[in-house]
T-cell receptor
Framework: EPEVTQTPSHQVTQMGQEVILRCVPI?????FYWYRQILGQKVEFLVS????????KSEIFDDQFSVERPDGSNFTLKIRSTKLEDSAMYFC????????????FGQGTRLTVV | GEDVEQSLFLSVREGDSSVINCTYT??????LYWYKQEPGAGLQLLTY?????DMKQDQRLTVLLNKKDKHLSLRIADTQTGDSAIYFC???????????FGKGTRLHILP
């Protein structure tokens, strides 16, 4: 069964460092998303991406965040200068249709900023 | 703004039915979802219901939607140990393509 894969499963980084979280969406999907879940809190929408551009982003997705689809298969989330409060589980998702009727999620990357 | 609320914990005896409840605020929600998250795994879409439906059944799962009260429930019949997980209620507002999640209900199965 096709699945969304994310790497790494766990990343530890020092405050102020840049991190890149990687995702391989399902191959025929056209819409891509990043969500995050801070421990004990809700899963929050960060950004959606379609046709090589951001289609929507939340207030959380400020200038320190960026997304890219560098090679037609990977979908990355970059955090330029990590803060302690960026520590969270980051989920990538993809769907065929933009209304998220069947959004498939990856297993998540746990980011720990120390 | 949009919000989804659900209780954080539920304990059920093996073989009994589990009922997980959720309330939401956005009356223009188009799709309402239940996702399951097992330890160390991603979010798995269990089932979803369109806002013009009252009920959807899929094997052991029954979803009930009361649109007037903005209340969604997930019933798992004959709960098994493999059902132990966190269950997230979620909705898509009509005009957007993002999903709004609740905090998740941790379902604990008692022997």
């Amino acid at each position: 069964e096709p699945e969304v894969t994310q790497t790494p499963s766990h990343q530890v980084t020092q405050m102020g460092q840049e991190v890149i979280l990687r995702c391989v969406p399902i191959s025929n999907h056209l819409y891509f998303y990043w969500y995050r879940q801070i421990l004990g809190q809700k899963v929050e929408f960060l950004v959606s991406f379609y046709n090589n551009e951001i289609s929507e982003k939340s207030e959380i997705f400020d200038d320190q965040f960026s997304v890219e689809r560098p090679d037609g298969s990977n979908f990355t989330l970059k955090i330029r200068s990590t803060k302690l409060e960026d520590s969270a589980m980051y989920f990538c998702a993809s769907s065929e249709l933009g209304q998220n009727t069947e959004a498939f999620f990856g297993q998540g990357t746990r980011l720990t900023v120390v | 703004g949009e919000d989804v609320e659900q209780s954080l914990f539920l304990s059920v005896r093996e073989g009994d039915s589990s009922v997980i409840n959720c309330t939401y605020t956005d009356s223009s929600s188009t799709y309402l979802y239940w996702y399951k998250q097992e330890p160390g795994a991603g979010l798995q879409l269990l089932t979803y219901i369109f806002s013009n439906m009252d009920m959807k059944q899929d094997q052991r799962l029954t979803v009930l939607l009361n649109k007037k009260d903005k209340h969604l429930s997930l019933r798992i019949a004959d709960t098994q140990t493999g059902d132990s997980a966190i269950y997230f209620c979620a909705e898509t507002p009509n005009r957007d393509d993002k999903i709004i999640f609740g905090k998740g209900t941790r379902l604990h199965i008692l022997p």
